[in-house]
């Protein structure tokens, strides 16, 4: 059907977002394409954001991948309004039976009894503590947080708890959260990465529509970092002949505004991702698009991506190697540590509750 019916669609009706596409997902059957019969143009509607609650059960997810280096994560939000091109985890909406292009934009789903989910999972005899990623997989501090507040919520848990935290974001409402942080980091409970993926404002448009300018997430790393909090600078993804040329240029601003590490990840396309980022490449930058795959590609072993163990988050060969240098040299150079110190996990604790005495007898 992709080579019979036109897959984009119409600019007015994307404004503001990522994707070019809203293709069925993988575990569909069936799938659908509007098309100009000959008497009326076909027209496309705006896609607006929708909400949906997730009736979650359990609010912390496990990982066993050696890739990554904590074992258990919190996700608020399934799907993420910033429409980020190059998101990795546009895939998981398919799963919902939704698309990885305009779905993952526009419907999103939100959990907003995760303090309460959270809560119980910590009280449990027996929980073994080791720090939560927050931000890993979409973005805790996206557009609707500001109202919902589910963030929010998750951290005053988790502060209440003496719980330790790693939290990355695009989002310069990350801020609005010090007063907790500040009082976490004092206790070395809080670690937080601010991703600069460009400081080209006009990438940044087409790159990551609706994600917080770079100007933005540099303030936000000056203001954590006045308050004690613990925050480093993360340019991911590198992006092959388009951002990586940015490379010293950001670890320098994430430097300057207060950053006391860093860290990076080269482009990474599973599954739908790699379409959808080709498409959007021949759209907006037509004349590096071919140039870009090439080099993306080499990264890969000469696929648009491989999910190899030690390979999928920095790449492999020559380019992948000059990049490693190359953000070695800078950190050496600006003064940032490329590992974080660990956190406390000594400090939980359990809050005693009205009548927990009770369950002795």
Not at 77 to 92: D, L, N, Q, S, V
Not at 188 to 199: D, K
Request: hydrophobic share 40%; with cysteine; aromatic share 6%.
């Amino acid at each position: 059907m992709d080579d019979l019916f036109p897959s984009k669609i119409q600019p007015d009706a994307r404004r503001g977002r990522g994707a070019t596409s809203n293709n069925a997902g993988r575990f569909e059957r069936l799938s659908t394409a509007k098309v100009d019969d000959g008497w009326k143009e076909a027209e496309d509607t705006p896609h607006r954001t929708t909400l949906y609650i997730d009736q979650a059960r359990k609010i912390i997810t496990r990982n066993q991948s050696p890739d990554v280096p904590f074992d258990r994560s919190i996700n608020p939000y399934k799907g993420c309004e910033h429409g980020c091109i190059y998101c990795f985890a546009r895939p998981t909406h398919e799963y919902l039976g939704l698309s990885a292009g305009l779905d993952f934009e526009t419907q999103l789903f939100t959990k907003p009894d995760a303090a309460k989910l959270l809560e119980a999972e910590l009280r449990r005899p027996g929980y073994s503590v080791a720090p939560i990623a927050i931000g890993t997989n979409t973005d805790p501090y996206q557009p609707v947080e500001k109202e919902l507040r589910i963030m929010r919520g998750v951290l005053e848990v988790l502060a209440k708890y003496r719980h330790p935290v790693m939290i990355t974001t695009k989002g310069g409402l990350i801020t609005r959260d010090i007063d907790i942080l500040s009082r976490m980091a004092r206790d070395n409970l809080v670690r937080v990465q601010i991703s600069v993926t460009t400081l080209d404002t006009k990438l940044h448009r087409a790159m990551e529509p609706r994600a917080s300018a770079p100007t933005v997430r540099l303030r936000a790393i000056a203001a954590l970092a006045k308050a004690g909090v613990p925050v480093g600078v993360n340019l991911a993804p590198v992006i092959p002949a388009l951002n990586d040329h940015e490379m010293e240029a950001i670890l320098a601003a994430g430097a300057r505004a207060g950053a006391e590490s860093a860290g990076y990840i080269t482009l990474r396309l599973p599954g739908a991702v790699a379409p959808l980022f080709r498409d959007w490449l021949e759209e907006a930058y037509p004349k590096r698009a071919k140039r870009i795959m090439r080099y993306v590609q080499e990264l890969h072993g000469g696929k648009d991506y491989s999910a190899d163990w030690g390979k999928r988050m920095r790449g492999e060969g020559v380019y992948a190697a000059m990049i490693a240098r190359r953000f070695a040299v800078a950190c050496g150079r600006e003064g940032l540590a490329a590992k974080r110190p660990e956190l406390d996990c000594t400090a939980f604790r359990v809050p005693v509750r009205p009548g927990d005495q009770l369950s002795l007898f």
